[in-house]
């Protein structure tokens, strides 16, 4: 059923563990999430990019939603990385309320007020909330961020950031990066520490592709509580699609079903790490 992110993410702080939030472009990434979160009886949430919605637009909103309302588990739809007010405001109207103010490329000072600003509106509709602080580095649906322009969250500002945006849910930064990690990822765990240990909200880690199973458990140990993963997910559907397609006799209805299976495949693991800290 269609949940709201704020009750999944209470629920994960309160046995301690971490969900899965999926970016998803078509029908057959909104099933797969639906077809792990229901075999793994485990909140999952289906997460739509600017990216995708430029080619999906209303029509994969309302797609989204209505797979979320189908299934049997806790599912929300949340609209990630955003620092567009037109299209929080589409995204509001046609019925979701989880949404990623993006104003991490904006100065400090801007990004307080923008954040504040959709934090506000966000809340007037009941729904959830999630910022980052610092500055990502990789690359996401052609969007590429140089590893030069990238910035750690800074502590001492997450706590004022936190304060004076009202937001739900903080993305740090601390070393993961968007993308294929071209050497082994080097997380500053004792940074994630330190502002777990200053807040009292959810912490959320983009580039949960590629990232160590150990690495997952001690981020989530550190109040780490949304895992955003794209690439894995991304990969599994093209690999398949590429597969299949060199065969002339394809149906089109196999590789719908082996491209949801091959992208559930790859969710449900991530779901059920998430879900249990060894
Ligand atoms: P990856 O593509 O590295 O999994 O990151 C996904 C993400 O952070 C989406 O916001």
Same mark, same amino acid.
């Not at 019925?95 to 490329?105: E, K, L, P, V, Y």
């Not at 294929?180 to 050497?183: G, H, Q, S």
């Given at each position: 059923m269609i949940a709201n992110t704020s009750d999944i993410l209470f629920e994960a702080s309160s046995a301690g563990y971490a969900v899965g939030a999926f970016n998803v472009y078509n029908m057959e990434g909104a099933l797969a999430v639906i077809e792990a979160s229901e075999d793994a009886n485990i909140p999952a949430i289906i997460q739509l990019h600017p990216g995708s919605l430029e080619k999906g637009g209303d029509v994969l909103i309302n797609l989204c939603l209505s797979a979320a309302q189908s299934a049997s588990t806790n599912v929300s739809v949340h609209l990630d990385h955003c620092d567009d007010p037109t299209s929080i405001d589409r995204a509001l109207y046609l %019925?979701?309320?989880?949404?990623?103010?993006? %104003?991490?490329?904006?100065?400090y000072l801007d990004n307080i007020n923008f954040t504040k600003n959709i934090a506000n509106q966000i809340h007037n509709v009941g729904g959830f909330v999630e910022a980052e602080l610092g500055r990502l580095s990789g690359t996401e649906d052609g969007l590429t961020i140089p590893e030069y322009q990238a910035k750690l969250t800074d502590p001492l500002q997450a706590v004022e950031f936190v304060r004076d945006t009202g937001i739900d849910a903080l993305a740090v930064c601390i070393g993961n990066v968007h993308g294929?990690?071209?050497?082994e990822p080097v997380l500053d765990f004792e940074r994630l520490e330190t502002i777990n240990r200053n807040l009292n909200v959810p912490l959320v880690i983009h =580039?949960?592709? =590629?990232?160590?199973e150990w690495m997952v458990n001690r981020c989530i140990q550190l109040g780490v509580r949304k895992f955003n993963v794209n690439t894995e997910i991304r990969t599994a559907y093209l690999e398949t699609v590429q597969a299949l397609t060199?065969?002339?006799?394809?149906?089109l209805t196999s590789l719908i079903s082996e491209s949801i299976r091959a992208m559930r495949d790859v969710i449900y693991l991530k779901i059920k790490q998430f879900a249990y800290v060894r």
């Open positions: %019925g979701m309320n989880s949404i990623m103010a993006d %104003g991490s490329s904006m100065r294929k990690y071209a050497r =580039g949960g592709s =590629g990232l160590p060199t065969s002339s006799s394809v149906e």
